[in-house]
């Protein structure tokens, strides 16, 4: 019996995940700002545009929360450290998921595997809500 009080008042008191930044909330129904990196064929530049895997599923992504995608391209370094700083909301092209940013950015769980290696996104740090739902929705759409 106490031990189910214990769990109650932990569960009560964690809630649902939160954006401390209020990405979700934020990009929900507006735009959600990608900094990307080209990574053929898993994502290609076309002018302002994406294409590939990784595209394909942040256009799905955004499209699942009704935003649209600013995608922003550059060198992967600086767009992480703009994630890190909740410049962007989300970084892909070609992040494998022993990258060593993982201790400062979150990622999500791989979600394409090639030739050893385990893609995944980064998003900025404690922004739970934003991360469970992009998994959610990795999971279910898995390339």
């Known amino acids: 019996m106490r031990a189910s009080f214990l769990a109650a008042c932990i569960l009560l008191s964690c809630g649902m995940p939160r954006d401390p930044h209020e990405t979700l909330e934020r990009v929900r129904h507006q735009t959600l700002a990608v900094g990307v990196s080209e990574d ?6 076309h002018g302002d545009g994406a294409s590939g895997i990784e595209a394909d599923l942040i ?4 499209k699942s929360i ?17 994630l890190e700083k909740y410049d962007l909301d989300l ?3 070609g992040l494998d998921a022993k990258t060593p940013w993982s201790k400062r950015v979150a990622i999500t769980r791989p979600f394409f595997e090639q030739s050893g290696r385990q ?4 998003v900025p740090a404690g922004e739970n809500a934003f991360l469970l739902q992009l998994e959610k929705y990795l999971a279910e759409h898995k390339p």
Do not use: H, I, S, T
């Open 40 to 45: 053929p064929p898993m994502l290609v530049r």
């Open 59 to 62: 256009n799905g992504f955004a």
């Open 66 to 82: 009704g935003a649209k995608v600013d995608w922003q391209w550059g060198a992967q370094e600086p767009q992480l450290e703009r």
């Open 91 to 93: 970084v892909a092209g």
């Open 119 to 122: 893609y995944v996104f980064a």
